[in-house]
């Protein structure tokens, strides 16, 4: 996994690349302190080049939305896509987070 | 659980690591010898060839050789090759060699020593070195006794996670009085694992099938999978009603599991007196249901993933099963190829495969040979969990 996080006016946006596996914790730290410190009341998280991610990598979106909320922003999902579109359909997980 | 230990040298006190000194000319020895004493090194043995220190090297636990190259019978270099070689001892031997000579400095690291030092003997280089590598000699032994530790406690683990899975003949007890065959596989990626499948009895006609994958993996997915199998043992909530149930369990992992932690699942109750099947599923792969008649269809249905919400509600679906009707339900290191994700497979492939393999190896050769099937190597260990029920509607009762 990799990503690159970019602050503009009204959103957080992260977008996340390759695969998001039980690996990437560590990585994925980084993204959830950068959204409990960011000044902007939104974060994006931009799916578009993830190509896969396991149930591990779910739980950190999960861990993010959580973040999220307790520091008081929104958190979308975007670009979702292939493998992403299919575990996000089969674990329901657009019930939890918003997908935009 | 300690981490490795911290205890190394310190500069000025005695320390009994036997070391041999192995020089043909006493003078050489005697030198050595009170070098090392004077800086608290007092347990050694002398050799005057190498054939003596081979000798020696035999019957004591020797930690640390100092090694003469120049010697009768037996020179420094055999002596390295054949401790190496033929009495593979992991000694650290410095070897005595006179610092111009490169290509006899790099002889020595080919033979097998661990290092060189300089001939004259420079008492502060050979003190020196005589620490590190007893420094890092006690490193390695301490990381290898908590890995082999490590090792022993995941182990002792795993065995308790695979005893609490029902025995083949338990199942076959709860399964064949009730008109059908059940087979299940299950390998942890990595000694423990997060996923878990159970079997219940409900009446005298239907019987009731669990399959759970807690999210990650290791000790962490472990750990709540112990906590599942628990709950799932003792809820007394109707086993027969799949989605109350799930709806059940997820209100229960809801308290227990952390934000980032959840579990797919998928349970049924089988009714093959009825010809029916009742399930619900959250957040599970499409079991297959290979059809008598030579089709097949993945399950429909959905639910959201279990733990992360409190109070959801689970549909109960339904659909016939008749004789000879097979059901494969399997967790998703069955299908997903992270190495290689355009090469993951889709239901319609597993569909087609089991298939094949169901008209070849039916009952308790399917597994092995579903699992050769889908992985070039079916003895590699899997990235994630894998686990595999098979259920045969036999109809006899």
């Known amino acids: 996994m990799e990503y690159r996080t970019e602050n503009r006016d009204d959103r957080l946006l992260v977008w996340i690349s390759g695969v998001i596996t039980f690996d990437d914790h560590e990585p994925f730290r980084r993204i959830v302190d950068e959204i409990a410190a960011c000044t902007p009341e939104l974060v994006e998280l931009s799916l578009t080049t993830t190509k896969m991610i396991d149930s591990a990598g779910i739980g950190m979106l999960l861990l993010a939305k959580d973040k999220a909320d307790k520091s008081g922003k929104a958190l979308v999902l975007s670009g979702v896509t292939g493998h992403v579109a299919k575990v996000v359909e089969l674990s329901k997980v657009d019930q939890l987070i918003k997908i935009v | 659980m300690s981490g490795p230990d911290e205890?190394?040298?310190?500069?000025?006190?005695?320390?009994?690591?036997?070391?041999?000194?192995v020089d043909d000319q006493k003078s050489s020895r005697l030198m050595i010898a009170a070098v090392l004493e004077a800086a608290g090194f007092t347990n050694h043995l002398f050799a005057s060839d190498?054939?003596?220190?081979?000798?020696?090297?035999?019957?004591?636990?020797?930690?640390?050789?100092?090694?003469?190259?120049?010697?009768?019978?037996?020179?420094?270099?055999?002596?390295?090759?054949?401790?190496?070689?033929?009495?593979?001892?992991?000694?650290?031997?410095?070897?005595?060699?006179?610092?111009?000579?490169?290509?006899?400095?790099?002889?020595?690291?080919?033979?097998?020593?661990?290092?060189?030092?300089?001939?004259p003997i420079h008492p502060h280089e050979i003190v020196s070195r005589v620490r590190l590598h007893l420094e890092r000699r006690r490193m390695m032994n301490s990381l290898q006794r908590y890995r082999?530790?490590?090792?022993?406690?995941?182990k002792a683990a795993e065995a308790m996670q695979i005893s609490l899975l029902k025995s083949d003949e338990d199942v076959a007890a709860i399964a064949r009085p009730?008109?059908?065959?059940?087979?299940?596989?299950?390998?942890?990626?990595?000694?423990?694992?997060?996923?878990?499948?159970?079997?219940?009895?409900?009446?005298?006609?239907?019987?009731?099938?669990?399959?759970?994958?807690?999210?990650?993996?290791?000790?962490?997915?472990?750990?709540?999978?112990f906590r599942?199998?628990?709950?799932?043992?003792?809820?007394?909530?109707?086993?027969?009603?799949?989605?109350?149930?799930?709806?059940?369990?997820?209100?229960?992992?809801?308290?227990?599991?952390?934000?980032?932690?959840?579990?797919?699942?998928?349970y049924a109750v089988i009714d093959t007196a009825s010809g029916?099947?009742?399930?619900?599923?959250?957040?599970?792969?499409?079991?297959?249901?290979?059809?008598?008649?030579?089709?097949?269809?993945?399950?429909?249905?959905?639910?959201?993933?279990?733990?992360?919400?409190?109070?959801?509600?689970?549909?109960?679906?339904?659909?016939?099963?008749?004789?000879?009707?097979?059901l494969l339900c399997y967790s998703d290191a069955l299908y997903e190829n992270f190495?290689?994700?355009?090469?993951?497979?889709?239901?319609?492939?597993?569909?087609?495969?089991a298939h094949?393999?169901?008209?070849?190896?039916?009952?308790?050769?399917?597994?092995?040979?579903?699992?050769?099937?889908?992985?070039?190597d079916p003895e590699a260990q899997s990235r994630d969990d894998l686990t595999l029920l098979l259920l045969e509607v036999t109809g006899d009762r």
């Open chain 2, 178 to 225: 009730r008109g059908a065959d059940l087979w299940t596989f299950y390998q942890a990626s990595n000694q423990l694992g997060g996923d878990l499948w159970q079997v219940f009895e409900i009446d005298e006609t239907r019987f009731g099938i669990l399959m759970i994958d807690l999210s990650g993996h290791g000790v962490a997915a472990a750990i709540n999978a």
């Open chain 2, 276 to 326: 029916h099947l009742h399930y619900a599923i959250a957040g599970a792969p499409p079991p297959i249901l290979l059809e008598a008649s030579g089709g097949w269809q993945a399950l429909g249905g959905s639910g959201l993933i279990l733990g992360c919400a409190p109070g959801v509600s689970y549909d109960t679906w339904k659909t016939s099963l008749k004789q000879g009707d097979r």
């Open chain 2, 7 to 21: 205890s190394l040298l310190s500069d000025h006190a005695v320390d009994t690591a036997l070391i041999l000194i």
């Open chain 2, 339 to 353: 190495e290689q994700p355009d090469l993951s497979l889709e239901p319609e492939d597993l569909a087609r495969l």
């Open chain 2, 148 to 154: 082999r530790r490590m090792e022993e406690e995941l």
């Open chain 2, 50 to 119: 190498g054939v003596e220190a081979l000798d020696v090297l035999e019957r004591e636990p020797v930690e640390i050789v100092v090694l003469d190259i120049v010697m009768p019978n037996k020179d420094g270099f055999d002596v390295c090759r054949e401790v190496r070689q033929r009495l593979n001892l992991p000694v650290s031997i410095l070897i005595q060699t006179a610092l111009e000579d490169a290509d006899q400095r790099a002889s020595a690291f080919d033979a097998g020593a661990s290092d060189v030092i300089s001939k």
């Open chain 2, 228 to 266: 599942v199998h628990m709950l799932t043992d003792t809820l007394r909530h109707d086993r027969s009603e799949p989605g109350l149930w799930l709806a059940a369990v997820n209100d229960y992992l809801y308290q227990i599991l952390p934000v980032e932690h959840f579990a797919t699942a998928f």
């Open chain 2, 356 to 376: 094949d393999v169901v008209s070849r190896e039916g009952g308790a050769g399917f597994m092995s040979a579903m699992i050769g099937q889908v992985f070039d």
